[in-house]
């Protein structure tokens, strides 16, 4: 049974150890004591990702990730009422320690009942916020599911993602020449300014329901008084339509052309690189009908809903992993404002508990 006071225990305990990305260590300790504690076979991929089983053939793969956004560290969760939230200074956690509650707790519910369950492997990802970096380190030779349940989703259990979009980083590489600002600025080539004039040629914010375009750090120049030689600009675009994607990277290509042409003595690089690729779940997606009948199972009716986000089932899937992401009852993610309704909470690690007995 689902036990409410031990599963908002669990999350407490979790966001209380800092495991901002790329610093995991101290999670990954906890949870691999959690889960061999569950009786699974626990082992760690070269990367640090966490991949634990029953050694039962088909089984079903709950995933969600270890590490949080900044600020992140020193997390005081309170309980107001039904809603968990931090001090109001760092983030809460939620995303995607939420995930992990609700996963745990099922495990734990059924390991407590002693009552059949699927078959299971599960999986805690490291460094999905900077860029799904686990996932697309995971060494999956070790893993042998071929339906997988992220718990990863803002809102409650019954949201379901319907669709994610392709992400495209850009880097702009800007070298012109340094002089001195004050006292002969016409010999040299400002960076910045051929920076800020690129940026004026490129779209920004949301350019459709499907697209947004984001120019996200400038860091250039040195000191106040010299004329700056080094500007890097960094980027993204994310669309679930490829004409509108091939589109932009058209315009930036005009843009840096033009540029070029104003500045012939200054050097200027782009680098375009795919983090994840589109999805769009289908009727017959074997995961998605796995998701619908626990949650009408539980009284819950899907909601089908698209993300502009990407998570780690955008890279399950191009291993042929019919992968899912549903709510973790998570709601103002990177915000410092951040809060995990406790009943919808419930409800995640009740949907985890379904899945795991559907097919015992």
């Known amino acids: 049974m689902i036990n409410r006071d031990r599963l908002v225990k669990t999350f407490c305990d979790l966001v209380r150890i800092d495991s901002p990305s790329g610093e995991e260590e101290t999670i990954t300790v906890e949870l691999v004591q959690r889960l061999e504690k569950l009786g699974l076979s626990v082992k760690l991929d070269a990367y640090g990702n966490i991949i634990a089983g029953d050694g039962r053939p088909d089984p079903l793969l709950l995933s969600a990730h270890m590490d949080t956004v900044e600020p992140g560290r020193g997390i005081e969760p309170r309980v107001e009422g039904d809603r968990i939230v931090s001090d109001g200074t760092t983030i809460l956690g939620g995303d995607c320690k939420a995930g992990m509650s609700a996963i745990l707790e099922a ?192 009284g819950m009716e899907p909601e089908m809903r698209p993300s502009g986000g990407g998570t780690d089932a955008n890279v399950f899937r191009l291993h042929d992993i019919s992968a899912v992401v549903v709510g973790m009852a998570d709601n103002g993610m990177h915000t410092v404002r951040e809060s995990v309704i406790i009943p919808e909470l419930v409800d995640s690690a009740h949907l985890c508990e379904a899945l795991l007995r559907a097919d015992a």
């Open 107 to 298: 495990l734990e519910s059924a390991a407590e009942d002693g009552t059949a369950h699927s078959p299971l492997e599960v999986v805690f990802t490291r460094e999905e916020e900077i860029g799904i970096v686990g996932a697309r380190n995971l060494d999956f030779s070790l893993i042998t599911a071929k339906e997988a349940i992220v718990f990863d989703g803002e809102g409650p259990s019954s949201r379901i993602t319907s669709s994610s979009p392709t992400y495209i980083g850009f880097d702009l590489d800007i070298t012109g020449r340094a002089a001195h600002a004050g006292v002969e600025p016409e010999k040299g080539i400002s960076s910045i300014r051929i920076a800020a004039e690129i940026i004026a040629r490129l779209p920004q914010g949301r350019l459709d329901n499907e697209t947004t375009f984001n120019v996200g750090t400038i860091e250039g120049g040195t000191v106040r008084n010299a004329v700056a030689e080094n500007t890097i600009v960094r980027g993204e675009f994310r669309s679930r339509n490829m004409e509108t994607l091939d589109s932009i990277r058209l315009q930036i290509d005009e843009a840096l052309a033009e540029v070029k042409r104003m500045y012939p003595e200054a050097n200027i690089y782009d680098h375009l690189h795919t983090e994840f690729d589109t999805y769009t779940l289908t009727d017959d997606d074997p995961a998605t009908m796995r998701v619908k009948d626990a949650l009408r199972s539980l």
